[in-house]
């Protein structure tokens, strides 16, 4: 019976042969991307620019993309494949700003252009280009303190525990706080950028009858208005980003004073674009790009024409509506939404 | 070597299932080489003492799902011990926090002994416990390590009298994860309490009967699984230069190993080397589908469907190779 079991691998190797397909498309670049977080709109919006990106520039014939729910040494094993399959640049959207920083240097030794997204690395060999998360919080928190008046209490709905986006937003949103002395936080919890989780902690809070005047969340922004909404609790100002759902509450909910700060997840296409510009030897006068963040409220007029224009009721709501960035993205609406990357 | 086969039988079929992998590799990526086997040594690394932790209790009939909440708290604990600290001092850390792993590691049995609390309860419950201590020390990832820990998994080991092509095979990490694993295991497999942990795993009741102390033994079986839990959180460490306070993909990915590995879930059956293949060839395979850019939303389900095709063929082989009249 023995014998058979040479029949395992044999047998095992086989379905996984059946079920690869690799195809090809025109271009002389093969990019590599690594992300840690699956199954979030704002990194599938992401993942979906860079697709989209790497379509339309017409110079990129293949991606690879690591894309899984994992920590920083997965993300170090994910980046050190992408150098075993010799990619020409690696995009990153890194698990920790230090903790990859090994992998990110073997690749630059390896002669790979290493461009990082949304968050910084500590490596110094990568570029960088960057939504301002520390300015994302401070602008909202402050919005947020000036509508309730510069007193009372706030609810503080941050992201995941740990996560340096989280971090460098609790900065922003504390620098906040502190020019706002009357203002306390009633209630401060990790949503875990988790929209069950987040509506779950805000109803629990409900259920407590404890008085608030505010709500700030990290980006799980709509289901918070659906439960305020549900359980017939006073419609307090809420901040949150620019997802397509919040966004469209802004304009719909009646007496819902809200302001969505934007996060764009289209820094992914932005990501791919600078690496394609490296790989052609046009390198950016500065190693970090930030993207500054807007706020666009709902308390003025001209802050409600802006909320209009970005509406886009098409976008799946957990989706940021600002899908591209001027000057570093060239895809079509139709394109994102489609995200197919070349040769898909 | 028949007798070899025939007690090694599975662990022989996932090494050649590893280098029939390992083959696949070379096939589909022609450079890939001893450099790239380094990559995959550490990437192996955390995974492999996960597995290491699980495997020992599992052994003893037991589970532990607090094995990556302690991996973090160890990993934060070294790192924001490390941090700002002198080269020397990482001297001290190490056998500290191997230490602690032992200590939080022998808490568990004790809770699973003293209150008879099903072991599934009282490790979940720690899992939050830890988790929640991890973030207490380390509020957001960070702290550092020191360099020679960090060196001590980079590049290769010189070993005098070898040929430069075979010893870039040998890869720092690999010898640190071997000799870790047997300085451990071996001594354990061959002692008295190595056979009480296989024996409380089998049938507790006739391990009891025939003198073996069953409180005793489960509470060192999960100590030796927070020990191992605490070499895996300091390889995290080492290799990512930081602490990080939120638990990794370990805990499902060393019950996947172990299954894989051919340890019986129900205790008492199998060994150290299955699971640790196991690891390889499922780190390989996370490889090969890298290398070959499948869509990130399959690989998962790939991954998945590997691990329950091999697990269900060895079953329908064992049950097949049985000799008739043995069935229960």
Redesign the interface.
Known sequence: MKKYLTMVPLLASAAFLASVGVSFAEGKYTIGISNTVQGNGWREEMICAMKAQALASGEVTKLNIAHRNTDAAGQLEDIRNLISAKVNAIVVNPADPAGIKAGLEEATKAGIVVVAVDQAVTEPSAYIISNNQEQYAYLGAKWLFQQMGGKGEVVYMRGAAGASADSDRDKGFKKALAEFPDVKVAQEVFTGWQQDQGKQQILSFLATGAPFNGIWTSGIDNVIVDALVESQAPLVPVVGADNAGFVGQLSSVKGLVGAAVTNPGSIGGAGVTLALQILNGKKPAQQTVLVEPQLWENATEEGKAKLKAAADPSLSPEWPVSISIPDWTTYTKEQIVACKGPGE | MTRF??NQ??V???F??FV??FV?TKLI?P??GSG?FG?LV??VL?YAFAVAAQTVVVIAGGIDLSVAAMMALTSVTAASMMNGASEEYALFVVPFVLAMGLVLGALNGILIVVTRVPDIVVTLATLFVLQGAA?LV?????GAAADWL?ASI?GTLPIPGLPDSIDAWVPKALVLLVVCLCIIWIPLRRSKLGLSIYAIGSSELAAFRSGVPVARTRIIAYALSGLFAAMGGLT?TM????G??????YLLASVAAVVLGGVALGGGKGGLLGPIVAVFVL?L????L???????????I?EG??MV??VM??AF?TI??RPAGAMP
């Open positions: 086969f025939r039988g599975w022989a079929g996932l050649a299932l029939l992998l696949l990526q450079g890939y790239d990559s550490r990437a955390p973030l380390l509020g957001a990832p960070g960090k980079v995290l290799s990512t230069g930081i990080a306070p939120i638990p990794g993909p780190r395979v996370r490889t090969d890298t290398l070959l850019a499948i869509d990130p939303n399959v690989t998962a790939i469907a590997i095709a091999v063929f060895g082989i097949r190779g």
